[in-house]
Protein backbone atom coordinates (compact mmCIF):
# COMPACT_ATOMS: atom_id res chain seq x y z
CA UNK A 1 0.00 0.00 0.00
CA UNK A 2 1.28 3.30 -0.63
CA UNK A 3 1.08 6.67 1.06
CA UNK A 4 0.83 10.46 -0.01
CA UNK A 5 2.71 12.26 1.99
CA UNK A 6 3.34 16.69 1.32
CA UNK A 7 4.02 19.66 3.16
CA UNK A 8 4.09 23.47 2.91
CA UNK A 9 6.65 26.51 3.13
CA UNK A 10 3.97 27.49 5.78
CA UNK A 11 3.52 26.00 9.09
CA UNK A 12 0.52 23.76 8.91
CA UNK A 13 2.20 20.37 9.77
CA UNK A 14 2.75 17.87 7.40
CA UNK A 15 -0.27 15.73 5.56
CA UNK A 16 -0.39 11.26 4.89
CA UNK A 17 -3.18 10.00 3.20
CA UNK A 18 -3.81 6.87 1.34
CA UNK A 19 -3.25 7.09 -2.37
CA UNK A 20 -5.78 4.54 -2.91
CA UNK A 21 -8.60 5.23 -0.76
CA UNK A 22 -7.70 9.16 0.14
CA UNK A 23 -7.99 8.41 3.51
CA UNK A 24 -5.90 10.60 5.76
CA UNK A 25 -3.61 9.13 8.32
CA UNK A 26 -1.80 11.09 10.75
CA UNK A 27 -1.10 14.64 10.32
CA UNK A 28 2.86 16.07 11.74
CA UNK A 29 2.93 18.90 13.08
CA UNK A 30 5.34 21.70 13.08
CA UNK A 31 6.55 21.94 9.72
CA UNK A 32 7.58 24.45 7.49
CA UNK A 33 9.55 22.60 4.88
CA UNK A 34 11.63 24.58 1.74
CA UNK A 35 11.37 22.66 -1.68
CA UNK A 36 12.39 19.87 -2.08
CA UNK A 37 13.06 19.80 1.90
CA UNK A 38 10.90 16.74 2.40
CA UNK A 39 12.61 13.46 3.20
CA UNK A 40 11.04 9.81 3.89
CA UNK A 41 14.63 8.05 5.30
CA UNK A 42 14.48 4.08 4.08
CA UNK A 43 10.76 4.37 5.15
CA UNK A 44 11.96 4.42 9.12
CA UNK A 45 10.84 8.31 9.97
CA UNK A 46 10.12 11.03 7.93
CA UNK A 47 12.58 14.05 7.58
CA UNK A 48 12.49 17.88 6.67
CA UNK A 49 14.59 20.76 6.73
CA UNK A 50 12.74 24.04 7.87
CA UNK A 51 12.46 27.25 6.68
CA UNK A 52 13.73 30.44 8.48
CA UNK A 53 12.24 32.43 10.81
CA UNK A 54 13.20 35.46 9.06
CA UNK A 55 15.34 36.58 6.16
CA UNK A 56 18.16 37.69 9.04
CA UNK A 57 18.04 34.36 10.86
CA UNK A 58 21.65 32.64 10.84
CA UNK A 59 19.97 29.21 10.81
CA UNK A 60 17.21 26.99 10.60
CA UNK A 61 16.59 23.33 12.20
CA UNK A 62 16.07 20.17 10.46
CA UNK A 63 13.07 17.91 12.11
CA UNK A 64 12.06 14.39 12.61
CA UNK A 65 9.12 12.38 12.90
CA UNK A 66 8.55 8.83 13.67
CA UNK A 67 5.77 7.89 11.56
CA UNK A 68 3.20 6.88 14.95
CA UNK A 69 3.83 10.19 16.58
CA UNK A 70 2.39 13.69 15.15
CA UNK A 71 5.42 15.70 17.34
CA UNK A 72 9.12 16.30 16.02
CA UNK A 73 11.35 14.30 18.00
CA UNK A 74 14.28 14.52 17.03
CA UNK A 75 15.74 18.46 15.98
CA UNK A 76 18.96 19.04 14.72
CA UNK A 77 20.72 23.09 13.94
CA UNK A 78 23.30 22.75 11.29
CA UNK A 79 25.76 25.36 10.33
CA UNK A 80 23.37 27.22 8.03
CA UNK A 81 19.68 26.91 6.69
CA UNK A 82 19.20 23.52 4.59
CA UNK A 83 17.31 23.43 1.68
CA UNK A 84 16.93 20.09 -0.49
CA UNK A 85 17.67 17.16 1.16
CA UNK A 86 18.08 13.61 -0.01
CA UNK A 87 19.45 10.13 1.50
CA UNK A 88 20.50 6.84 0.11
CA UNK A 89 17.95 3.97 -0.08
CA UNK A 90 19.44 2.10 3.05
CA UNK A 91 19.20 5.14 5.36
CA UNK A 92 22.93 5.15 5.85
CA UNK A 93 23.73 8.94 5.47
CA UNK A 94 22.03 11.60 4.72
CA UNK A 95 22.94 15.03 2.33
CA UNK A 96 21.81 18.89 2.67
CA UNK A 97 22.64 21.63 0.56
CA UNK A 98 23.15 24.87 2.00
CA UNK A 99 21.88 28.32 1.11
CA UNK A 100 25.71 28.87 0.65
CA UNK A 101 26.25 26.81 -1.90
CA UNK A 102 27.72 23.92 0.43
CA UNK A 103 26.72 20.19 0.50
CA UNK A 104 26.68 18.52 4.00
CA UNK A 105 27.10 14.81 4.37
CA UNK A 106 26.06 13.52 7.99
CA UNK A 107 26.18 9.50 8.20
CA UNK A 108 22.49 8.96 10.30
CA UNK A 109 22.94 6.74 12.60
CA UNK A 110 25.57 8.72 14.30
CA UNK A 111 24.45 12.19 13.49
CA UNK A 112 28.60 12.69 12.77
CA UNK A 113 28.88 15.38 9.98
CA UNK A 114 30.98 13.24 7.87
CA UNK A 115 32.15 15.90 4.71
CA UNK A 116 31.08 19.08 3.51
CA UNK A 117 32.62 21.07 0.47
CA UNK A 118 31.60 24.19 -1.24
CA UNK A 119 29.88 22.99 -4.19
CA UNK A 120 28.39 26.37 -5.88
CA UNK A 121 28.74 30.09 -5.90
CA UNK A 122 24.92 30.40 -4.95
CA UNK A 123 22.63 28.59 -3.00
CA UNK A 124 22.00 24.66 -3.75
CA UNK A 125 17.79 24.30 -4.83
CA UNK A 126 18.03 20.59 -5.90
CA UNK A 127 19.78 17.33 -4.71
CA UNK A 128 19.25 13.62 -5.86
CA UNK A 129 21.04 10.24 -6.46
CA UNK A 130 21.91 8.46 -9.81
CA UNK A 131 20.25 4.75 -9.88
CA UNK A 132 23.16 2.94 -7.99
CA UNK A 133 23.68 5.49 -5.96
CA UNK A 134 27.31 6.74 -6.78
CA UNK A 135 26.94 9.83 -7.92
CA UNK A 136 24.95 12.54 -6.65
CA UNK A 137 23.97 15.44 -8.81
CA UNK A 138 23.40 19.01 -7.44
CA UNK A 139 21.41 22.01 -8.88
CA UNK A 140 21.94 25.64 -7.97
CA UNK A 141 20.18 28.87 -8.05
CA UNK A 142 23.46 30.28 -10.22
CA UNK A 143 21.57 28.20 -13.03
CA UNK A 144 24.76 25.29 -12.86
CA UNK A 145 24.09 21.53 -12.46
CA UNK A 146 26.92 19.13 -10.65
CA UNK A 147 27.88 15.86 -10.27
CA UNK A 148 29.74 14.79 -8.03
CA UNK A 149 31.30 10.72 -7.66
CA UNK A 150 30.51 10.23 -3.60
CA UNK A 151 33.58 8.00 -3.43
CA UNK A 152 35.69 10.81 -4.54
CA UNK A 153 34.53 12.64 -1.81
CA UNK A 154 36.02 10.60 0.58
CA UNK A 155 39.57 10.05 -1.13
CA UNK A 156 41.57 12.76 0.03
CA UNK A 157 44.83 11.76 -2.37
CA UNK A 158 42.10 11.46 -5.29
CA UNK A 159 41.25 15.11 -4.11
CA UNK A 160 44.57 16.42 -4.08
CA UNK A 161 45.18 15.37 -7.40
CA UNK A 162 42.06 16.22 -9.16
CA UNK A 163 41.74 18.94 -11.44
CA UNK A 164 38.09 19.48 -10.10
CA UNK A 165 36.08 17.96 -7.61
CA UNK A 166 33.14 17.44 -9.23
CA UNK A 167 32.60 14.73 -12.55
CA UNK A 168 30.89 17.12 -14.72
CA UNK A 169 29.70 20.49 -14.64
CA UNK A 170 26.75 21.72 -16.75
CA UNK A 171 26.23 25.83 -16.84
CA UNK A 172 23.95 25.61 -20.19
CA UNK A 173 20.85 26.64 -18.00
CA UNK A 174 20.88 30.10 -17.58
CA UNK A 175 18.71 30.78 -14.58
CA UNK A 176 17.86 29.25 -11.18
CA UNK A 177 17.58 25.19 -11.51
CA UNK A 178 14.28 24.19 -9.87
CA UNK A 179 14.27 20.63 -9.73
CA UNK A 180 16.49 17.19 -11.17
CA UNK A 181 15.39 13.32 -11.39
CA UNK A 182 17.93 11.16 -12.44
CA UNK A 183 16.87 8.06 -14.77
CA UNK A 184 16.80 3.76 -13.92
CA UNK A 185 20.19 2.96 -16.05
CA UNK A 186 22.83 2.61 -13.31
CA UNK A 187 25.47 5.47 -13.48
CA UNK A 188 24.87 5.22 -17.00
CA UNK A 189 21.41 6.55 -16.45
CA UNK A 190 20.30 10.08 -18.27
CA UNK A 191 19.75 12.85 -15.48
CA UNK A 192 16.64 15.46 -16.21
CA UNK A 193 16.91 19.13 -14.80
CA UNK A 194 14.49 22.04 -15.17
CA UNK A 195 14.93 25.75 -14.56
CA UNK A 196 13.49 29.19 -14.63
CA UNK A 197 14.72 29.53 -18.02
CA UNK A 198 11.58 27.81 -19.16
CA UNK A 199 13.78 25.10 -20.31
CA UNK A 200 14.08 21.38 -18.91
CA UNK A 201 17.76 19.73 -20.27
CA UNK A 202 18.43 15.60 -20.41
CA UNK A 203 21.58 14.82 -19.83
CA UNK A 204 24.14 11.52 -20.20
CA UNK A 205 25.84 10.94 -16.71
CA UNK A 206 28.25 8.33 -18.45
CA UNK A 207 29.33 10.85 -21.16
CA UNK A 208 28.81 14.21 -19.59
CA UNK A 209 27.24 15.79 -22.05
CA UNK A 210 23.96 17.52 -23.04
CA UNK A 211 21.37 14.83 -24.84
CA UNK A 212 18.34 17.27 -25.52
CA UNK A 213 16.60 20.66 -24.87
CA UNK A 214 13.34 21.15 -24.51
CA UNK A 215 11.64 24.29 -24.09
CA UNK A 216 8.24 24.73 -22.74
CA UNK A 217 5.38 27.64 -22.94
CA UNK A 218 6.01 28.27 -18.85
CA UNK A 219 8.49 28.10 -16.15
CA UNK A 220 8.52 24.76 -15.00
CA UNK A 221 9.08 23.80 -11.20
CA UNK A 222 8.92 20.28 -10.90
CA UNK A 223 9.98 16.90 -13.05
CA UNK A 224 8.94 13.42 -12.89
CA UNK A 225 10.19 10.71 -15.07
CA UNK A 226 8.27 8.16 -16.81
CA UNK A 227 9.77 4.79 -15.42
CA UNK A 228 10.48 3.12 -18.93
CA UNK A 229 12.01 6.30 -19.72
CA UNK A 230 9.10 7.21 -23.22
CA UNK A 231 8.42 10.31 -21.45
CA UNK A 232 8.62 12.99 -18.62
CA UNK A 233 6.08 15.30 -16.85
CA UNK A 234 7.14 19.16 -16.24
CA UNK A 235 4.48 20.85 -13.66
CA UNK A 236 4.44 24.45 -14.83
CA UNK A 237 4.02 27.63 -13.14
CA UNK A 238 0.32 28.17 -15.33
CA UNK A 239 -0.49 25.79 -13.62
CA UNK A 240 -0.64 22.89 -16.54
CA UNK A 241 1.39 19.81 -16.51
CA UNK A 242 3.00 18.73 -19.87
CA UNK A 243 4.11 15.47 -21.00
CA UNK A 244 7.06 15.78 -22.89
CA UNK A 245 8.88 12.82 -25.23
CA UNK A 246 12.37 11.49 -24.34
CA UNK A 247 12.88 9.42 -27.41
CA UNK A 248 10.58 10.64 -29.98
CA UNK A 249 11.50 13.25 -32.88
CA UNK A 250 10.83 16.31 -32.68
CA UNK A 251 6.93 17.27 -34.11
CA UNK A 252 6.96 21.01 -35.18
CA UNK A 253 2.99 20.86 -35.81
CA UNK A 254 2.73 20.43 -31.65
CA UNK A 255 0.59 23.38 -29.96
CA UNK A 256 3.15 23.73 -26.91
CA UNK A 257 6.79 23.29 -29.10
CA UNK A 258 8.88 20.62 -30.21
CA UNK A 259 8.79 16.97 -28.06
CA UNK A 260 6.01 18.18 -26.04
CA UNK A 261 3.02 15.49 -26.83
CA UNK A 262 0.34 17.02 -24.12
CA UNK A 263 -0.68 18.55 -20.94
CA UNK A 264 -2.79 17.68 -18.23
CA UNK A 265 -4.40 20.67 -16.70
CA UNK A 266 -6.74 20.68 -13.59
CA UNK A 267 -5.08 23.14 -11.29
CA UNK A 268 -5.94 27.13 -10.35
CA UNK A 269 -2.18 27.66 -9.49
CA UNK A 270 1.21 26.88 -9.94
CA UNK A 271 2.10 23.54 -9.92
CA UNK A 272 5.21 22.93 -7.36
CA UNK A 273 5.51 19.11 -6.84
CA UNK A 274 5.36 15.85 -8.69
CA UNK A 275 5.55 12.15 -8.15
CA UNK A 276 4.71 9.54 -9.62
CA UNK A 277 3.69 6.24 -8.18
CA UNK A 278 5.28 2.90 -8.71
CA UNK A 279 2.63 1.52 -11.13
CA UNK A 280 3.61 4.02 -13.57
CA UNK A 281 0.13 5.43 -14.20
CA UNK A 282 -0.90 7.46 -10.91
CA UNK A 283 0.82 11.19 -10.76
CA UNK A 284 0.33 13.22 -8.15
CA UNK A 285 0.79 17.27 -8.44
CA UNK A 286 0.69 19.58 -5.54
CA UNK A 287 -0.03 23.09 -6.19
CA UNK A 288 -0.21 26.88 -4.90
CA UNK A 289 -3.60 26.79 -4.51
CA UNK A 290 -3.20 24.37 -2.08
CA UNK A 291 -4.63 20.68 -3.34
CA UNK A 292 -2.71 17.56 -4.13
CA UNK A 293 -4.31 16.06 -7.27
CA UNK A 294 -4.42 11.95 -8.20
CA UNK A 295 -4.44 11.51 -11.79
CA UNK A 296 -4.86 8.68 -14.19
CA UNK A 297 -2.18 9.39 -16.65
CA UNK A 298 -3.85 6.60 -19.07
CA UNK A 299 -7.35 8.23 -19.48
CA UNK A 300 -5.64 11.83 -18.10
CA UNK A 301 -8.44 12.50 -15.77
CA UNK A 302 -8.27 13.35 -12.10
CA UNK A 303 -8.99 10.88 -9.83
CA UNK A 304 -8.72 12.53 -6.29
CA UNK A 305 -8.06 15.56 -4.98
CA UNK A 306 -6.46 15.68 -1.31
CA UNK A 307 -6.79 19.50 0.63
CA UNK A 308 -3.92 20.43 2.40
CA UNK A 309 -4.95 22.75 5.37
CA UNK A 310 -3.78 26.11 4.39
CA UNK A 311 -1.29 27.43 2.49
CA UNK A 312 0.36 25.83 -0.79
CA UNK A 313 1.81 22.84 -1.39
CA UNK A 314 5.98 22.78 -2.35
CA UNK A 315 6.72 19.17 -1.35
CA UNK A 316 4.90 16.30 -2.86
CA UNK A 317 6.04 12.43 -2.18
CA UNK A 318 4.95 8.83 -2.56
CA UNK A 319 6.04 5.87 -0.48
CA UNK A 320 4.97 2.52 0.43
CA UNK A 321 3.45 2.44 3.56
CA UNK A 322 5.30 1.63 6.44
CA UNK A 323 4.49 -0.80 9.13
CA UNK A 324 4.28 1.79 11.86
CA UNK A 325 1.82 4.05 9.42
CA UNK A 326 -2.02 3.65 10.02
CA UNK A 327 -5.20 5.16 10.53
CA UNK A 328 -5.01 6.79 14.16
CA UNK A 329 -7.34 4.44 15.40
CA UNK A 330 -4.44 1.53 15.07
CA UNK A 331 -1.54 3.32 15.65
CA UNK A 332 -0.97 3.71 19.25
CA UNK A 333 -1.50 -0.27 19.79
CA UNK A 334 0.41 -1.21 16.67
CA UNK A 335 2.61 1.59 17.53
CA UNK A 336 3.34 -0.12 20.86
CA UNK A 337 3.31 -3.77 19.85
CA UNK A 338 5.94 -2.87 16.93
CA UNK A 339 8.44 -0.65 18.82
CA UNK A 340 8.81 -3.50 21.22
CA UNK A 341 9.06 -6.45 19.02
CA UNK A 342 11.79 -4.36 17.39
CA UNK A 343 13.23 -1.84 19.69
CA UNK A 344 13.07 1.12 17.18
CA UNK A 345 14.36 4.47 17.60
CA UNK A 346 15.49 7.54 16.06
CA UNK A 347 18.92 8.86 15.51
CA UNK A 348 20.70 11.50 17.36
CA UNK A 349 20.33 14.86 16.16
CA UNK A 350 22.50 15.73 13.36
CA UNK A 351 26.11 17.75 14.09
CA UNK A 352 26.89 20.73 12.94
CA UNK A 353 30.17 20.87 12.53
CA UNK A 354 32.92 18.33 11.00
CA UNK A 355 34.56 16.09 13.95
CA UNK A 356 32.24 17.82 16.44
CA UNK A 357 32.68 14.70 18.57
CA UNK A 358 36.32 14.99 18.81
CA UNK A 359 38.28 12.49 21.10
CA UNK A 360 35.37 9.79 20.71
CA UNK A 361 35.55 6.50 19.73
CA UNK A 362 35.42 6.44 15.45
CA UNK A 363 32.44 5.29 14.53
CA UNK A 364 31.07 3.23 11.48
CA UNK A 365 27.59 2.59 10.27
CA UNK A 366 26.47 -1.05 9.72
CA UNK A 367 24.23 -2.93 8.59
CA UNK A 368 21.99 -5.49 11.43
CA UNK A 369 21.60 -8.65 10.15
CA UNK A 370 17.66 -9.48 11.22
CA UNK A 371 16.06 -12.90 12.24
CA UNK A 372 13.63 -14.77 9.60
CA UNK A 373 10.86 -13.68 11.51
CA UNK A 374 11.59 -9.48 11.24
CA UNK A 375 10.57 -7.66 8.40
CA UNK A 376 13.41 -6.60 5.99
CA UNK A 377 11.69 -3.52 5.28
CA UNK A 378 12.20 -2.32 9.14
CA UNK A 379 16.22 -2.75 8.34
CA UNK A 380 17.85 -0.15 10.33
CA UNK A 381 21.65 1.26 10.79
CA UNK A 382 23.53 1.56 14.04
CA UNK A 383 27.14 2.53 14.92
CA UNK A 384 29.66 -0.16 15.08
CA UNK A 385 30.39 1.38 18.60
CA UNK A 386 26.50 1.10 19.61
CA UNK A 387 27.13 -3.05 18.68
CA UNK A 388 30.45 -3.09 20.67
CA UNK A 389 28.36 -1.62 23.81
CA UNK A 390 25.14 -3.66 23.57
CA UNK A 391 27.94 -6.93 22.80
CA UNK A 392 29.54 -6.20 26.22
CA UNK A 393 26.10 -5.30 27.79
CA UNK A 394 24.79 -9.09 26.46
CA UNK A 395 28.16 -10.68 28.08
CA UNK A 396 27.93 -8.83 31.45
CA UNK A 397 24.73 -10.77 31.81
CA UNK A 398 25.52 -14.30 31.80
CA UNK A 399 22.57 -15.14 29.66
CA UNK A 400 22.60 -18.59 27.26
CA UNK A 401 23.39 -16.15 24.36
CA UNK A 402 26.37 -14.71 26.07
CA UNK A 403 27.57 -18.00 26.77
CA UNK A 404 27.40 -19.14 23.23
CA UNK A 405 29.27 -15.81 22.17
CA UNK A 406 32.16 -16.58 24.50
CA UNK A 407 32.74 -20.27 23.76
CA UNK A 408 32.53 -19.20 20.22
CA UNK A 409 35.45 -16.39 20.81
CA UNK A 410 37.64 -19.45 22.81
CA UNK A 411 36.88 -21.37 19.77
CA UNK A 412 38.46 -18.53 17.60
CA UNK A 413 41.10 -17.84 19.67
CA UNK A 414 42.04 -21.56 20.01
CA UNK A 415 41.96 -21.77 15.90
CA UNK A 416 44.44 -18.96 16.11
CA UNK A 417 46.85 -20.37 18.52
CA UNK A 418 46.95 -23.62 16.51
CA UNK A 419 47.60 -21.54 13.42
CA UNK A 420 50.70 -19.84 15.38
CA UNK A 421 51.92 -23.15 16.53
CA UNK A 422 51.91 -24.49 13.18
CA UNK A 423 53.48 -21.68 11.94
CA UNK A 424 56.49 -21.73 14.88
CA UNK A 425 56.82 -25.51 14.09
CA UNK A 426 57.65 -24.61 10.44
CA UNK A 427 59.85 -21.78 11.48
CA UNK A 428 61.96 -23.95 13.66
CA UNK A 429 62.35 -26.92 10.87
CA UNK A 430 63.78 -24.40 8.16
CA UNK A 431 65.90 -23.46 10.90
CA UNK A 432 67.10 -26.84 12.47
CA UNK A 433 67.83 -27.29 8.32
CA UNK A 434 69.68 -24.20 7.97
CA UNK A 435 72.30 -24.90 10.57
CA UNK A 436 72.81 -28.98 10.18
CA UNK A 437 73.47 -27.81 6.47
CA UNK A 438 75.85 -24.89 7.34
CA UNK A 439 77.64 -27.66 9.58
CA UNK A 440 77.72 -30.45 7.35
CA UNK A 441 79.57 -27.59 4.92
CA UNK A 442 81.85 -27.13 7.12
CA UNK A 443 82.91 -30.37 8.04
CA UNK A 444 82.83 -31.22 4.24
CA UNK A 445 86.11 -28.30 3.89
CA UNK A 446 87.64 -29.28 7.23
CA UNK A 447 88.16 -33.12 5.72
CA UNK A 448 89.73 -31.31 2.36
Known amino acids: MEVVIASSPVDCGIGCWDLRSGAEHLRYRSCASPPHGLLSVARRFLASSQVRDSPAAASAPIFFWSWDKPQVEVRSFPAEPIGPLVSNSEGTYIIGGGLSGTIYLWEIASGKLLNKWHAHYRSVTRLTLSDDESLLISGSEDGCVRVWSLLMMFDDMGKMSARNLYRYSFSEHALRVTDLVSGYGLCNSIAISS ?143 TRKRLNLSLPPPLSKYVDSTDGEIETKAVNLLLPPWQDPEERKYCSSNMIKKQIKELQQQSSSGAAEMELERLRLECKRSIQMVQQWKKMHQDLQNLCVNELLDGVQLGDR
Not at 224 to 234: L, S, V
Not at 314 to 320: D, E, H, T, Y
Not at 327 to 333: C, E, S, V, Y
Open 195 to 337: SEDRTCKIWSLSEGKLLRSITFPSIVNAVAMDQGEHAFYAGGRDGKIYIAALNAESNPNSIYGMFIIGSLYDHSKAITCLALSTDGVTLVSGSEDGTIRVWDTKSQHVTRILKHAKGPVNNVLIIRQPLRACPPALANAQASL
